[in-house]
């Protein structure tokens, strides 16, 4: 064994000769609930104090490390080395005796204290009362008779005349300085209720001033000692509060203090509440809040209770009361939600659903807020008269080559920067007649329409329905007679053509502007520039750059890598990225603005068109912007857009004996259906537009979806269910879309000039419709006489009126004008010969197929033949 082991103190040991050891050491094994256990390693400690009479001052004291929580001082008691014979539970129940018989003594000797000093105050107080008894006179006259003393600290009373003898000294504890203070729960003085001042009492006589006396004959005595010293824990007994539990172990036993449970601080807590309730006194009734209830066309009680700030059972009792039982999820009517708030004393305030919907602003902006914007220009015109070239050479650019079969497609916004930093809006509309929607947008957004007229083409008719647009809008409009450089141009026919439609060039007379232009030749467009800022100046255009900013659709697409792009005309205010907005059915906030340049832009200012980037889905072209407060808001507006869009496409009309006509009539028809994708909104409604046109009476198509962006698989997966083919217009499918096509069997279209699928599209409408049969009647004969013609057959005689009639032609038999037989004539003969034809005013004979025999005088041949023809529509 090691030194350290031979130097260490055990329990049980034989006491080596020298000086007493200070520290002894044992286990105690602890037990707990649920079969747990520990053992803890005590520790006696004695005070080893040197001299004569030092036996009896030693103190010992038991330590555990870990689980003991509390170190307590014992009296002193001498114990004698455990007997090295003992087992270690003899031990440890010598050690819990010696432990109890130390707690006992230092009880007693506590007790004994107290009543020492008990008896030590009543002796001094009946000492001061008597002399007090004996010199009565020592008190002057105007003074108080002293107060009785209480428990508590008090200031000292007024020096007594004759100085009392000296006090016997009083014997008080003390702890030792060397051990740690003992844990104390710190007492909370209760809150003293406030009370009225009481009133001045009489001097009371000398006999009242006495001190009330105890049984036994004693004063009561002072107090002094307990107050400034605090409450010392009761004697170690059962009580009602006391909550004991488990075993006693060493440390319950040394330390005296540790039965008592302090209180908790949540104790605390509700103990101080309930004397704030107290001192508070009885609550005063509340007036009740009426409010303004805002209750729309329909609401559950559950939201019309949260709204009128009561409880919800409240309002279904009352509706109970009104007979009708309901539950807080259940919806009623805005006529009872209004009974309901009046008769809990609220005001109603009746709101519609389409009361969330942004009202259209046609608040006039104050004139000193206007700033001068650059005009919007549209080019209008008919196909192939050169309006993309006219506006490439304004431009400076080639836009034209761009363009599939080099007409345009879609509408276009660019703004130019003239020589004078002026600067000025284009919108390039389509010329082709299936764009006619593109057209009327473009007039109604714009400030001045060029109305473009090929001198060597004359006036079309998206010519004249451009001029239509234009006189709708009610906008000025400037002729640009363009390609005045070929040698078969005549302008002068062009402006005379232009009176049939009460159009008048200040050539002429009238008050509109033309100028005769070269696209290629790039000859007269100083003068269009001109006349446009001239007729700008003349409009006075100005618009508030400082407000929430508005604008309008120009054109939507569904890029790839940008998701939905809007190309957006601002009309006024000013748009600026990370605003809120509203377009149409969608929300959106502006991560991006893109000139027609490509460039980013910050804010974009009235009647700059960009394109944004950040919406939700495509809107439809024509849709207005709106700036909202915050994206909520947003999201509420268009929720309730695509609720009211939805609801008109879902909703039937009315039945009527018309549409019960009608929809036999369509019933009839075969549908042809079609899945369209295009790459620009407006793109989609023109070729939609097109293809209703189509539709006749037989057939009839049906677009069973259109949108903008790639064709997907979802659009494949739509049309193999229905067998319909795919139109895509400058779009394609991605290669999921077209293995599912491959397997489907589903027809992948694409196009890039809208007069190409339209032709097709018809072509295939007329194909499945099939050819059509065209009957052509030959020839006409009355039968005369009926025949025997072998055993069973019967043979006519026949004058032919009309016609030819001819061997192996279709024939039909009529009598009375009912037709009784459609079939073929068998053999034709005259004079026993057989024939190939017989002309009209000879006889003959013929018989029929299928040995037709029902023939009687007077009825009627007719020969024809059907001629099948490919449909056209």
């Given at each position: 064994?090691?030194?350290?082991?031979?130097?260490?103190?055990?329990?049980?040991?034989?006491?080596?000769?020298?000086?007493?050891?200070?520290?002894?050491?044992?286990?105690v094994?602890?037990?707990?609930?649920?079969?747990?256990?520990n053992?803890v390693?005590?520790?006696?400690?004695?005070?080893?104090?040197?001299?004569?009479g030092?036996?009896?001052?030693?103190t010992?004291?038991?330590?555990?490390?870990a689980?003991a929580?509390?170190?307590?001082?014992?009296?002193?008691?001498?114990?004698?080395?455990?007997?090295?014979?003992?087992?270690?539970?003899?031990?440890?129940a010598?050690?819990l005796?010696?432990?109890e018989e130390?707690?006992?003594?230092?009880?007693?000797d506590a007790?004994?204290?107290?009543?020492a000093?008990?008896?030590?105050a009543?002796e001094?107080?009946?000492?001061?009362?008597?002399?007090?008894?004996k010199?009565p006179?020592g008190?002057?006259?105007?003074?108080?008779?002293?107060?009785?003393?209480?428990?508590?600290?008090?200031?000292?009373?007024?020096?007594?005349?004759?100085p009392?003898?000296?006090?016997?000294p009083?014997v008080?504890?003390?702890l030792?300085?060397?051990?740690?203070?003992?844990?104390?729960?710190?007492?909370?003085?209760?809150?003293?209720?406030?009370?009225p001042?009481?009133?001045p009492?009489?001097?009371?006589?000398?006999?009242?001033?006495?001190?009330?006396?105890?049984?036994?004959?004693?004063?009561?005595?002072?107090?002094?000692?307990?107050?400034a010293?605090?409450?010392?824990?009761?004697?170690?007994g059962?009580?009602?509060d006391?909550?004991?539990?488990g075993?006693l172990?060493v440390?319950?036993?040394?330390?005296?203090e540790?039965g008592?449970?302090?209180?908790?601080?949540a104790?605390?807590?509700?103990?101080?509440?309930?004397?704030?309730?107290?001192?508070?006194?009885?609550?005063?009734?509340?007036?009740?809040?009426?409010?303004d209830?805002?209750?729309?066309?329909?609401i559950t009680?559950?939201?019309?209770?949260?709204?009128?700030?009561?409880?919800?059972?409240?309002?279904?009792?009352?509706?109970?009361?009104?007979?009708?039982?309901?539950?807080?999820?259940?919806?009623?009517?805005?006529?009872?939600?209004?009974?309901?708030?009046?008769e809990?004393?609220?005001?109603i305030t009746?709101?519609?659903?389409s009361?969330?919907?942004?009202?259209?602003?046609?608040?006039?902006?104050?004139?000193?807020?206007?700033?001068?914007?650059?005009?919007?220009v549209t080019?209008m015109?008919h196909?192939d008269?050169?309006?993309?070239?006219?506006?490439?050479a304004?431009?400076?650019?080639d836009?034209?080559?761009?363009?599939?079969?080099?007409i345009?497609?879609?509408?276009?916004?660019?703004q130019?920067?003239?020589?004078d930093?002026?600067k000025?809006?284009?919108?390039?509309?389509p010329?082709?007649e299936a764009?006619s929607?593109?057209r009327?947008?473009?007039?109604?957004?714009?400030?001045?329409?060029?109305?473009?007229?090929?001198?060597?083409?004359?006036?079309?008719?998206?010519?004249?329905?451009a001029?239509?647009h234009t006189?709708?809008?009610?906008?000025?409009?400037?002729?640009?007679?363009?390609?005045?450089?070929?040698p078969?141009?005549?302008a002068?026919?062009?402006?005379?053509?232009?009176l049939?439609?009460?159009?008048?060039?200040?050539a002429?007379g009238?008050e509109t502007?033309?100028?005769?232009?070269?696209?290629?030749?790039k000859?007269g467009?100083?003068?269009l520039?001109?006349k446009?800022?001239?007729?700008?100046e003349l409009l006075?255009?100005?618009?508030?750059p400082?407000?929430?900013a508005e604008?309008?659709?120009?054109?939507?697409?569904?890029d790839?890598?940008?998701?939905?792009?809007?190309t957006?005309?601002?009309?006024?205010?000013?748009l600026?990225?990370?605003?809120?907005?509203?377009?149409?059915?969608?929300?959106?906030?502006?991560?991006?603005?893109?000139?027609d340049?490509?460039m980013?832009?910050k804010?974009?200012?009235?009647?700059?068109?960009?394109e944004i980037?950040?919406m939700?889905?495509?809107?439809?072209?024509?849709?207005?912007?709106q700036?909202?407060?915050?994206?909520?808001?947003?999201?509420e507006?268009?929720?309730y857009?695509?609720?009211?869009?939805?609801?008109?496409?879902?909703?039937?009309?009315?039945?009527?004996?018309?549409?019960?006509?009608?929809?036999?009539?369509?019933?009839?028809?075969i549908?042809?259906?079609?899945?369209?994708?295009?790459?620009?909104?407006g793109?989609v409604?023109a070729?939609?537009?097109?293809?209703?046109k189509?539709s006749t009476?037989?057939?009839?198509?049906?677009?069973?979806?259109?949108?903008?962006?790639?064709?997907?698989?979802?659009?494949?997966?739509l049309?193999?269910?229905?067998?319909?083919?795919?139109?895509?217009?400058?779009?394609?499918?991605?290669?999921?879309?077209?293995?599912?096509?491959?397997?489907?069997k589903?027809?992948?279209?694409?196009?890039?000039?809208?007069?190409?699928?339209?032709?097709?599209i018809r072509?295939?409408m007329?194909?499945?419709l099939?050819?059509?049969?065209?009957?052509t009647?030959?020839?006409?004969?009355?039968?005369?006489?009926?025949f025997?013609?072998?055993k069973?057959?019967?043979?006519?005689?026949?004058?032919?009126?009309?016609?030819?009639i001819?061997?192996?032609l279709?024939?039909?038999?009529t009598?009375d004008?009912?037709i009784?037989?459609?079939?073929?004539?068998?053999s034709?003969?005259?004079?026993?010969?057989?024939?190939?034809?017989?002309r009209?005013?000879?006889?003959?004979g013929?018989?029929?197929?299928?040995?037709?025999?029902?023939?009687?005088?007077?009825?009627?041949?007719?020969?024809?033949e059907?001629?099948?023809r490919e449909r056209?529509?």
């Amino acid at each position: 064994m090691s030194d350290t082991d031979n130097e260490k103190p055990k329990l049980g040991m034989r006491q080596p000769l020298g000086l007493k050891r200070t520290v002894e050491t044992g286990k105690v094994k602890q037990s707990f609930s649920h079969g747990r256990s520990n053992t803890v390693v005590v520790e006696v400690k004695r005070r080893r104090v040197l001299g004569p009479g030092a036996a009896p001052a030693e103190t010992p004291v038991a330590e555990a490390p870990a689980p003991a929580p509390v170190e307590a001082r014992a009296p002193e008691a001498p114990r004698a080395p455990a007997a090295p014979q003992l087992s270690a539970q003899e031990r440890q129940a010598q050690l819990l005796r010696e432990a109890e018989e130390q707690r006992m003594s230092a009880l007693e000797d506590a007790r004994r204290r107290e009543d020492a000093e008990r008896h030590a105050a009543a002796e001094e107080e009946k000492r001061r009362a008597d002399e007090r008894a004996k010199n009565p006179a020592g008190t002057a006259p105007g003074d108080k008779a002293p107060e009785p003393e209480i428990a508590v600290a008090a200031p000292e009373p007024a020096p007594e005349p004759t100085p009392p003898a000296a006090p016997a000294p009083i014997v008080a504890l003390e702890l030792d300085p060397s051990m740690p203070a003992p844990r104390r729960f710190s007492p909370v003085a209760r809150p003293e209720i406030p009370k009225p001042a009481p009133k001045p009492a009489p001097a009371p006589a000398a006999e009242a001033s006495a001190p009330r006396a105890l049984p036994s004959g004693q004063a009561t005595p002072r107090r002094t000692a307990e107050v400034a010293q605090p409450q010392r824990p009761a004697a170690r007994g059962r009580t009602g509060d006391e909550r004991r539990g488990g075993k006693l172990t060493v440390n319950r036993a040394l330390g005296g203090e540790d039965g008592a449970r302090a209180r908790s601080l949540a104790a605390l807590k509700r103990a101080r509440e309930k004397e704030h309730r107290r001192m508070g006194g009885p609550r005063e009734a509340q007036a009740k809040q009426v409010r303004d209830v805002a209750v729309p066309e329909s609401i559950t009680v559950q939201e019309l209770a949260i709204r009128m700030a009561e409880k919800g059972a409240d309002l279904v009792k009352a509706l109970f009361k009104m007979g009708m039982p309901v539950t807080l999820t259940q919806t009623i009517d805005q006529d009872t939600a209004e009974l309901l708030v009046t008769e809990f004393g609220h005001n109603i305030t009746r709101v519609s659903d389409s009361d969330v919907d942004l009202a259209a602003d046609i608040e006039v902006d104050a004139p000193e807020t206007l700033k001068p914007r650059p005009p919007v220009v549209t080019i209008m015109g008919h196909v192939d008269h050169g309006k993309t070239s006219l506006l490439d050479a304004l431009r400076g650019t080639d836009v034209v080559k761009g363009e599939a079969g080099g007409i345009t497609q879609h509408i276009g916004a660019y703004q130019v920067t003239l020589k004078d930093k002026s600067k000025i809006t284009f919108l390039d509309t389509p010329g082709h007649e299936a764009f006619s929607e593109m057209r009327a947008r473009g007039a109604n957004v714009t400030d001045i329409v060029v109305l473009v007229v090929a001198a060597d083409d004359g006036l079309m008719p998206q010519t004249i329905e451009a001029i239509n647009h234009t006189k709708a809008a009610g906008v000025p409009m400037i002729v640009a007679i363009n390609k005045i450089d070929k040698p078969e141009a005549n302008a002068q026919r062009v402006r005379e053509r232009l009176l049939e439609h009460d159009v008048q060039v200040e050539a002429m007379g009238g008050e509109t502007q033309d100028v005769e232009v070269s696209a290629t030749k790039k000859t007269g467009l100083d003068q269009l520039i001109e006349k446009i800022q001239l007729q700008a100046e003349l409009l006075e255009l100005k618009a508030n750059p400082d407000r929430a900013a508005e604008g309008t659709v120009i054109e939507a697409k569904l890029d790839k890598g940008r998701g939905p792009v809007a190309t957006v005309l601002v009309t006024r205010g000013t748009l600026k990225v990370g605003d809120v907005f509203v377009i149409g059915a969608e929300s959106g906030k502006v991560r991006a603005l893109v000139n027609d340049k490509g460039m980013q832009l910050k804010e974009a200012g009235p009647s700059m068109p960009v394109e944004i980037l950040g919406m939700t889905g495509v809107p439809g072209a024509g849709d207005q912007l709106q700036v909202v407060e915050n994206e909520a808001r947003a999201r509420e507006v268009a929720a309730y857009r695509a609720g009211v869009i939805q609801a008109k496409r879902t909703t039937n009309a009315p039945a009527s004996l018309d549409s019960m006509f009608s929809a036999l009539k369509e019933k009839q028809a075969i549908e042809y259906p079609l899945v369209v994708k295009a790459d620009t909104q407006g793109t989609v409604e023109a070729i939609v537009g097109a293809i209703n046109k189509i539709s006749t009476d037989l057939i009839k198509a049906r677009v069973l979806h259109s949108g903008v962006g790639g064709i997907t698989e979802s659009d494949v997966t739509l049309a193999g269910a229905s067998g319909a083919p795919i139109i895509g217009f400058n779009v394609r499918a991605n290669a999921k879309a077209r293995e599912i096509a491959d397997r489907q069997k589903v027809a992948l279209k694409y196009y890039d000039v809208i007069y190409e699928l339209t032709d097709e599209i018809r072509a295939g409408m007329a194909g499945e419709l099939g050819p059509e049969a065209f009957e052509t009647v030959v020839g006409r004969a009355e039968i005369r006489e009926v025949f025997s013609a072998g055993k069973h057959g019967k043979a006519a005689g026949l004058l032919v009126t009309e016609g030819v009639i001819r061997k192996a032609l279709k024939a039909r038999i009529t009598r009375d004008d009912v037709i009784i037989y459609t079939g073929e004539i068998a053999s034709l003969r005259r004079f026993k010969d057989d024939v190939a034809e017989v002309r009209a005013g000879l006889e003959c004979g013929v018989t029929f197929s299928q040995n037709f025999v029902d023939i009687k005088p007077g009825d009627f041949l007719e020969t024809f033949e059907v001629e099948m023809r490919e449909r056209t529509l």
